[in-house]
């Protein structure tokens, strides 16, 4: 996020950002939380279209745990452990299946619809990891403070819809969402979820899964 506003600040736009804090329903930061804006002012830009997106497998799990990719992004999916992988997701935006595969696949997966993409392994039952397609050019996950900063320029003050998704929603097809009224370039907004968070499981691994 940081090389985006990097990069907002070589084409001459303002270097400012509007800093969001996603609390729990208990009034706990929350890290890991996806945050974008929606509206006229946050199109997807075409330059990040052009960047290389990658979803890798270490040590037996999903790195990044989570990916916000612009909707028509492609995705690599490069494989650094030693053994096999077979990623896959039955996701509803877009379903496929990378079979057994060192290395890296000949060509990365191109997203075209917005949504939750879930993968797994056919081989790992415990690795999870999630794709968020998003219809925008501004996005980001929380730290462990709970808080993002999305670059904005001198254009983009006005109305948004800014739209929150956290991987232990009940139902991970439906992020929560309210209007903002964003009046300048470096505003502070703090964000509490509507509703509570399921439990986050603890999956067994499995080191000897004899894919060596």
């Avoid at 997701?89 to 939750?116: C, M, N, W």
Wanted: proline share 6%.
């Amino acid at each position: 996020m940081k090389k985006l506003m990097g990069l907002a600040c070589l084409m001459g736009f303002s270097c400012q950002a509007l800093e969001i804090t996603v609390k729990d329903t208990l009034g706990k930061p929350l890290a890991g939380t996806a945050v974008w804006l929606e509206g006229d002012l946050w199109p997807v830009k075409k330059a990040s279209l052009l960047k290389k997106y990658s979803m890798g497998q270490r040590d037996r799990n999903f790195t990044p745990h989570a990916l916000i990719v612009p909707q028509g992004a492609s995705v690599e999916f490069p494989n650094f452990d030693s053994i096999l992988h077979h990623v896959y997701s039955f996701s509803q935006p877009k379903a496929f299946e990378l079979k057994l595969y060192r290395d890296k696949p000949q060509a990365p997966i191109h997203f075209t619809q917005p949504g939750v993409i879930e993968l797994g392994c056919n081989i790992h039952d415990w690795m999870l990891g999630y794709i968020l397609v998003v219809s925008s050019g501004v996005y980001g996950l929380t730290d462990e403070q709970g808080k993002v900063e999305l670059p904005l320029s001198d254009t983009q003050v006005g109305t948004a819809v800014l739209k929150v998704w956290h991987e232990q929603f009940e139902n991970l097809n439906k992020p929560e969402s309210q209007s903002l009224i964003i009046r300048d370039t470096s505003q502070k907004e703090v964000y509490q979820l509507k509703r509570p968070l399921l439990e986050k499981l603890d999956f067994l691994t499995d080191e000897t899964d004899g894919y060596e």
